[in-house]
């Protein structure tokens, strides 16, 4: 039944009249047909969203503009919603969204790299509605069975010796707790993280996130230094043979295909750290597989490697950031660090691990989890709750069952492929790179110079395709690349659809500058 429900797009061939299709651009058609489009987009045709057959029910909540004055009112001022008339949400299934408005979208964001196998899926809503009827929440000073059961299927997908399960609630937090650990089993401070890097907006991972916006004029992560990110697209060094994807970069170089020369020179600035910025003895290395809030900018191959033997050498442990590139995203892999062909000391994970549901978890060896254990009585209330282990445990099996990180490495590798298509069309797509089902598109003011496209003219794209019906991400340090990362159920037809909204997005964009 659950395959039937991720496969309905691909059996349907006529799209229903409910729900109502998104609102559309003015002149959309007759900037697609002047450009000659290579989709086969008529004169007087749109992209037409794959079918549905689903209905949304009828919104009887609050109207829009009591949302907007509440929000204003009385929720955090920080400005963190898209859009200049945000997005009132109303429902979800599989990969599509509904507006107040009954308008359908195709996300391809999953509220932030976190809605894995589809939003509402009916196996996790059964396992949900069936624990939240039994018991809800113990805390840890009692068992409950779910936890136990849970730890042991976690487990059973990770390498040894990672094999000492600690649940937490969030990313931040299991993010939080791995620096804690890193210290108690190191006996010293230092932490280094990449530029560009995200790891938390908590006060203690602020420390660790080196992105501008998300920094601090007051004292925060008090023992964090940052290293340059090796960046083959932005960075000083890079070529066409540096990355672990289908699509490499335009920057040419003469290394041979199993010869990153770019590596190199970037483990070259990483010694440079260590030498300049940090004490002789570390306490660890944080990094993400794929970084994902600075625009899912990938590694040179072989450099994670390096630079876990380099840490290692300094007495510090290397944490494996998994919270966006986890649980199959990138296809190839169930885990980013095994694309790496790394093992870490500890391993963070939160978002797709439940779905939307606030789940997390540290994964470590039983060495470093005694230290920690021998240095802090550490406590979380929620932590293993009752129905976040119902609905990881019905997540891992729908992700099995559904073979979806296999569809994340052929849906993923499709669209990546085309997207790269558009990149070598437009002069403003400077790169496009990424794994399995995350993926970054750069946009540029020519691919030349790679000076960032401005900030106003990304957003005017942005706006462009949440008209059309897609909804897609934002990232890299001057907001100037679309980050997609959409549930891992999506299909040909949706990335179809996809492909040919941001191709129309751009064109009218070119039409504007061109005005």
Same mark, same amino acid.
């Given at each position: 039944?659950?395959?039937?429900?991720?496969?309905?797009?691909?059996?349907?061939?006529?799209?229903? $009249?409910? &729900?109502?299709?998104?609102?559309?651009?003015?002149?959309?058609?007759?900037?697609?047909?002047?450009?000659?489009?290579?989709?086969?987009?008529?004169?007087?045709?749109?992209?037409?969203?794959?079918?549905?057959?689903?209905? &949304?029910?009828?919104?009887?909540?609050?109207?829009? =503009?009591?949302?907007?004055?509440?929000?204003?009112?009385?929720?955090?001022?920080?400005?963190?919603?898209?859009? &200049?008339?945000?997005?009132?949400?109303?429902?979800?299934?599989?990969?599509?969204?509904?507006?107040?408005?009954?308008?359908?979208?195709?996300? %391809?964001?999953?509220?932030?790299?976190?809605? $894995?196998?589809?939003?509402?899926?009916?196996?996790?809503?059964?396992?949900?509605?069936?624990?939240?009827?039994?018991?809800?929440?113990?805390?840890?000073?009692?068992? =409950?069975?779910?936890?136990?059961?849970?730890?042991?299927?976690?487990? /059973?997908?990770?390498?040894?010796?990672?094999?000492?399960?600690?649940?937490?609630?969030?990313? $931040?937090? /299991?993010?939080?707790?791995?620096?804690?650990?890193?210290?108690?089993?190191?006996?010293?401070?230092?932490?280094?993280?990449?530029?560009?890097?995200?790891?938390?907006?908590?006060?203690?991972?602020?420390?660790?996130?080196?992105?501008?916006? %998300? *920094?601090?004029?007051?004292?925060?992560?008090?023992?964090?230094?940052?290293?340059?990110?090796?960046?083959?697209?932005?960075?000083?060094?890079?070529?066409?043979?540096?990355? +672990?994807?289908?699509?490499?970069?335009?920057?040419?170089?003469?290394?041979?295909?199993?010869?990153?020369?770019?590596?190199?020179?970037?483990?070259?600035?990483?010694? +440079?750290?260590?030498?300049?910025?940090?004490?002789?003895?570390?306490?660890?290395?944080?990094?993400?597989?794929?970084? !994902?809030?600075?625009?899912?900018?990938?590694?040179?191959?072989?450099?994670?490697?390096?630079? %876990?033997?380099?840490?290692?050498?300094?007495?510090?442990?290397?944490?494996?950031?998994?919270?966006?590139?986890?649980?199959?995203?990138?296809?190839?892999?169930?885990?980013? %660090?095994?694309?790496?062909?790394?093992?870490?000391?500890?391993?963070?994970?939160?978002?797709?691990?439940?779905?939307?549901?606030?789940?997390?978890?540290?994964?470590?060896?039983?060495?470093?989890?005694?230290?920690?254990?021998?240095?802090?009585?550490?406590?979380?209330?929620?932590?293993?709750?009752?129905?976040?282990?119902?609905?990881?445990?019905?997540?891992?099996?729908?992700?099995?069952?559904?073979?979806?990180?296999?569809?994340?490495?052929?849906?993923?590798?499709?669209?990546?492929?085309?997207?790269?298509?558009?990149?070598?069309?437009?002069?403003?797509?400077?790169?496009?790179?990424?794994?399995?089902?995350?993926? !970054?598109?750069?946009?540029?003011?020519?691919?030349?110079?790679?000076?960032?496209?401005?900030?106003?003219?990304? $957003?005017?794209?942005?706006?462009?395709? *949440?008209?059309?019906?897609?909804?897609?991400?934002?990232?890299?340090?001057?907001?100037?690349?679309?980050?997609?990362?959409?549930?891992?159920?999506?299909?040909?037809?949706?990335?179809?659809?996809?492909?040919?909204?941001?191709?129309?997005?751009?064109?009218?964009?070119?039409?504007?500058? /061109?005005?």
């Amino acid at each position: 039944m659950t395959l039937a429900w991720r496969l309905v797009t691909r059996t349907l061939h006529l799209e229903t $009249s409910s &729900p109502r299709t998104p609102k559309t651009c003015p002149s959309l058609s007759l900037s697609c047909a002047l450009w000659g489009s290579v989709t086969k987009l008529g004169l007087h045709t749109k992209p037409r969203m794959p079918p549905c057959d689903f209905t &949304p029910e009828r919104y009887q909540s609050l109207p829009y =503009h009591r949302v907007l004055e509440i929000h204003k009112q009385h929720l955090s001022p920080v400005p963190t919603a898209y859009y &200049p008339e945000p997005l009132l949400l109303h429902q979800g299934h599989g990969q599509w969204l509904f507006d107040h408005e009954g308008n359908r979208y195709l996300d %391809f964001f999953s509220g932030i790299v976190t809605v $894995s196998v589809g939003h509402c899926h009916p196996k996790v809503n059964a396992a949900a509605h069936q624990q939240l009827g039994r018991l809800w929440h113990t805390s840890t000073v009692f068992f =409950h069975p779910l936890s136990h059961e849970y730890a042991e299927k976690l487990s /059973a997908l990770l390498p040894e010796p990672l094999k000492v399960i600690f649940l937490t609630n969030s990313g $931040s937090e /299991a993010n939080d707790l791995a620096m804690l650990m890193a210290r108690a089993h190191s006996k010293n401070t230092d932490i280094i993280s990449f530029r560009g890097a995200y790891h938390g907006s908590s006060p203690y991972t602020l420390g660790l996130s080196n992105v501008g916006q %998300f *920094k601090m004029t007051l004292p925060s992560g008090s023992g964090c230094q940052s290293t340059m990110c090796p960046d083959v697209f932005r960075g000083p060094w890079g070529g066409s043979h540096c990355r +672990d994807s289908p699509v490499q970069t335009i920057r040419k170089c003469s290394c041979a295909p199993d010869c990153c020369q770019a590596k190199d020179q970037y483990i070259e600035q990483f010694k +440079d750290t260590l030498n300049t910025c940090v004490a002789k003895s570390i306490a660890g290395f944080f990094a993400e597989p794929v970084q !994902g809030v600075n625009g899912v900018v990938q590694y040179p191959k072989g450099f994670l490697k390096a630079a %876990f033997e380099l840490v290692r050498e300094r007495g510090g442990v290397c944490i494996a950031d998994e919270v966006q590139t986890g649980f199959g995203r990138l296809g190839s892999h169930f885990w980013g %660090f095994q694309t790496h062909g790394v093992l870490p000391d500890i391993v963070t994970m939160a978002k797709g691990i439940g779905n939307g549901f606030p789940m997390a978890a540290v994964v470590t060896s039983p060495e470093i989890a005694k230290s920690l254990a021998d240095r802090v009585l550490h406590f979380n209330t929620f932590g293993g709750n009752p129905v976040a282990c119902a609905i990881g445990s019905a997540v891992l099996e729908v992700i099995k069952e559904e073979n979806l990180q296999e569809n994340s490495r052929e849906v993923g590798t499709y669209m990546l492929l085309k997207f790269a298509k558009l990149r070598d069309e437009f002069e403003i797509i400077g790169d496009v790179r990424g794994k399995g089902l995350m993926i !970054g598109i750069e946009m540029v003011k020519d691919k030349m110079s790679r000076q960032p496209l401005p900030r106003e003219e990304v $957003s005017e794209i942005h706006e462009d395709c *949440k008209r059309m019906g897609l909804i897609i991400g934002r990232g890299g340090v001057f907001s100037q690349t679309f980050r997609i990362a959409p549930s891992m159920c999506i299909t040909r037809p949706d990335v179809d659809f996809a492909v040919d909204v941001f191709r129309c997005a751009v064109i009218q964009h070119m039409e504007r500058r /061109a005005q």
